[in-house]
């Protein structure tokens, strides 16, 4: 069974601090994505990446970095979090195969107080 | 600026009713348009999803209707079920492996 897990729920940090938010795929899928989703905005996709060490920019990258040093695992660094920066960030992954379908993970809820 | 526009932002229907989301999109090159449904606590998951060669696609209860002159595409739940509750975002992208724009998402209860 298809399986995106990303390693927190909830999250509570203050203004400043680095953020980590880790997102690990059992599907050996090339593709990963980063998302923030947003009340009335839908998901804006933040980063993708298609391979390993691989990265591209999304819609919204500002203020965020990734990192993908192994195929089933993609990291979305927030350097500096600001209160601009809460939001439920959802990471997704998929294959290339014969389906286009992006598996999500439950997302993680960040706040920056 | 949100590529692809949706309505409405909420909907309440009764059991058995018939519940209607709209889309619409300017970019002509897109030419893959997903529906995804996200229920409480979980991510989204692919729902159903057309292609403008066709102009309806239909799966159990649910229906893709596409307009390709009028840039809309819209989805219908036949005979809503308190299931069905959950939110429902369409989608777009150039090709199959393009990044996805997502519509801001319709929230839909079906009372029972």
């Known amino acids: 069974d298809v399986k995106v897990t990303q390693s927190s729920r909830y999250l509570v940090k203050r203004t400043g601090e680095k953020v980590f938010l880790e997102c690990v795929q059992d599907?050996?899928?090339?593709?990963m994505f980063w998302y923030r989703q947003d009340p009335g905005l839908g998901l804006r996709l933040i980063y993708f990446?298609?391979?390993?060490?691989?990265?591209e920019k999304g819609d919204i990258p500002e203020g965020y970095s990734v990192s993908r040093e192994k195929k089933e695992r993609f990291s979305l660094i927030l350097e500096s979090a600001s209160t601009n920066q809460t939001s439920m960030y959802l990471c997704?992954?998929?294959?290339?195969?014969?389906?286009?379908?992006?598996?999500f993970g439950p997302g993680t809820r960040l706040t920056v107080t | 600026q949100q590529q692809v526009k949706q309505s409405p932002q909420s909907l309440i229907v009764q059991k058995g009713g018939i519940s209607i989301i709209n889309c619409a999109y300017e970019?002509?090159?897109?030419?893959?348009f997903p529906w995804y449904q996200q229920f409480p606590g979980k991510g989204p998951a692919l729902l159903i999803a057309?292609?403008?060669?066709?102009s309806e696609k239909k799966e159990g209860r649910f229906t893709i209707s596409f307009n390709k002159s009028a840039k809309q595409f819209s989805l219908h739940i036949m005979d809503s079920q308190p299931g069905d509750s959950a939110t429902y975002f369409c989608?777009?992208?150039?090709?199959?492996?393009?990044?996805?724009?997502f519509g801001a998402g319709t929230q839909v209860v079906v009372t029972p």
């Open positions: 997704a992954s998929r294959g290339e195969g014969s389906t286009y379908e992006q598996y």
């Open positions: 599907m050996d899928h090339e593709n």
């Open positions: 990446s298609y391979d390993v060490k691989m990265k």
């Open positions: 970019n002509t090159a897109f030419d893959y």
């Open positions: 057309i292609r403008p060669d066709v």
């Open positions: 989608a777009a992208s150039i090709g199959s492996w393009g990044k996805l724009q």
